[in-house]
């Protein structure tokens, strides 16, 4: 493995293993993608990490929360966007996979649709590989028994959900490596071994944002914004008289001057459409009712 760099954009559950791999990928020991990290404002920029695994120096970007239904990924995917068009070094997406626990359904089918989402009709499967975590050493003839099947039920999934968008023979170009994060940071074994071969092939791709140009697609739903805007009108003047026994007192009647104005506010919404290369279009503010009150001034 050489340079230059290879970033890697990593998606996966949690509970797969995905950010122990990304801390071994950089030379970690599991300080820089922590918990505390995954937070809903977390940007892009903030969890990108740097290091070295073996010779070849890495980028790492932990997509934390990324597919979960019970988040909004539209500021996620804007931030990843704008930071894969930006960076010089990101060549590809991996998938991490607990190699116990191979059920493949609505979960990962989001995440590759969220991939898919942002490169519309671009062959982004050539950019995405698949690595299964948790393939402990004590566990070796076993881990070796189970990878055919593990290989084609990811095949299935594919054919399942993109056979449109993936053929078979494409899907089966997508590698998979199997790996324990924790003893691929020794050398000479067979974990260290798949990670190098998941470099190389990386290091051989063109960077992301030159192979699958990004498409001006709408990301979500429009969201409604509401302002209110206030139109100060004419004003007169009143005179009234007050004193007197007309009102139970005593004493001369005086009068005084009232001004009142015209004051009407305004109520307005547009909507905001967010698009998968970061843009944003407004449509134009658009009354939807007024409130017209005489005030006194």
């Known amino acids: 493995m050489s340079n230059p760099k290879i970033g890697l954009v990593a998606f996966g559950e949690v509970g797969t293993g995905k950010s122990t791999l990304c801390n071994t990928l950089i030379g970690s020991n599991g300080t820089a993608f922590t918990e505390s990290e995954r937070t809903e404002a977390q940007t892009f920029e903030t969890i990108g990490k740097e290091g070295k695994f073996g010779n070849q120096e890495t980028l790492l970007i932990d997509t934390p929360g990324l597919g979960d239904a019970q988040r909004n990924d539209a500021a996620h995917l804007v931030q990843m966007a704008k930071y894969i068009k930006e960076n010089q070094f990101i060549r590809c997406f991996i998938m991490t996979i607990n190699v116990h626990c191979p059920r493949l359904g609505d979960r990962e089918r989001r995440l590759f649709e969220l991939i898919s989402s942002m490169y519309p009709g671009a062959p982004w499967h050539k950019h995405i590989a698949i690595v299964w975590t948790r393939c402990y050493s004590v566990m070796a003839n076993q881990i070796e028994n189970w990878k055919p099947e593990r290989k084609e039920g990811f095949k299935r999934f594919i054919d399942t959900y993109f056979g449109k968008e993936v053929s078979k023979e494409k899907a089966n170009a997508i590698p998979q490596y199997f790996v324990d994060s924790i003893e691929a940071r020794q050398n ?72 009142y104005q015209k004051v009407t506010t305004i109520y307005e919404e547009r909507t905001k459409q967010q698009f998968t290369d970061g843009s944003v279009e407004y449509t134009d503010w658009k009354e939807v009712r007024r409130d017209t009150q005489d005030k006194r001034i």
């Open 188 to 259: 000479n074994n067979s974990s260290y071994n798949e990670l190098c071969h998941l470099l190389a092939w990386a290091g051989q791709l063109t960077l992301i944002k030159d192979d699958l140009p990004q498409m001006k697609v709408k990301l979500g739903a429009p969201k409604i914004e509401e302002r209110n805007r206030t139109e100060f009108g004419s004003t007169w003047s009143v005179t009234e008289k007050y004193g007197g026994r007309r009102y139970g007192l005593f004493g001369p009647k005086k009068s005084r001057t009232i001004t």
